[in-house]
């Protein structure tokens, strides 16, 4: 089932509530909340008080992303602040801690995610797969929207979907970065299934039309 996973990183916060309606009415699935903290990332965006408003303007999951260094630190309070799920990175961290991190999480009784970066092995992921919930592979350079999608980064997703198919794990695959109606019939046919959008949908005329066409045939 492809899910839709719009990226408020791209809306018009002056219309915060407004735009959160309409990607709603239009068919999203989920609310992407990317938080970032000028670290780990080259860019600073979210903290609490913004899932706060957000989890008081939607019903939809939280789905949200850490870009930060040392997640563990934070984890605990934005699962106590309504996050639905909660996705780290394989490089924020030392790897001794990924396991402990994942269990962190999952103690809140959310959803676990893992991502890396375009440039990071996928294998990484792999012995973490029958915990995880989620993996997010970055189809572009994490920091900023609106940017296109590298498409060798596709291929870890067919390797993630292979290796997830052989314990028999069904898992969500989300993509993220330069994702929408002009690629989607590639993203899909390598195995993803939860589509971040940002621009695409937040600067369309009619988001329902670009969230239908990226779910059709599927």
Do not use: W
């Not at 870890?156 to 028999?168: E, F, M, S, T």
């Amino acid at each position: 089932m492809i899910k839709i996973s719009p990226s408020i990183l791209n809306c018009d916060f002056s219309k915060l509530g407004y735009e959160i309606k309409r990607i709603e009415e239009a068919g999203a699935d989920m609310i992407h909340i990317d938080v970032m903290d000028g670290v780990f990332v080259p860019n600073i965006s979210f903290g609490f008080p913004v899932i706060d408003t957000v989890k008081k303007l939607t019903s939809l999951p939280l789905d949200v992303h850490l870009m930060i260094t040392e997640p563990q630190r934070y984890i605990d309070e934005f699962a106590q602040r309504g996050a639905d799920i909660i996705t780290f990175h394989t490089e924020s961290t030392s790897e001794k801690n990924i396991g402990d991190i994942i269990n962190q999480i999952k103690s809140h009784n959310i959803k676990a995610g893992l991502s890396v970066k375009p440039n990071t092995d996928e294998s990484v992921i792999i012995p973490y797969l029958p915990e995880l919930d989620m993996v997010l592979i970055m189809t572009v350079e994490p920091g900023f929207g609106g940017q296109k999608m590298m498409p060798f980064t596709l291929n870890k997703v067919k390797r993630i979907r292979d290796a997830a198919n052989k314990i028999g794990k069904d898992i969500d695959i989300q993509v993220d970065g330069g994702v929408g109606p002009t690629n989607h019939v590639e993203v899909k046919a390598s195995g993803a299934n939860v589509f971040v959008v940002g621009t695409a949908v937040f600067k369309a005329e009619n988001p329902a039309d670009v969230i239908n066409l990226i779910k059709e045939n599927f």
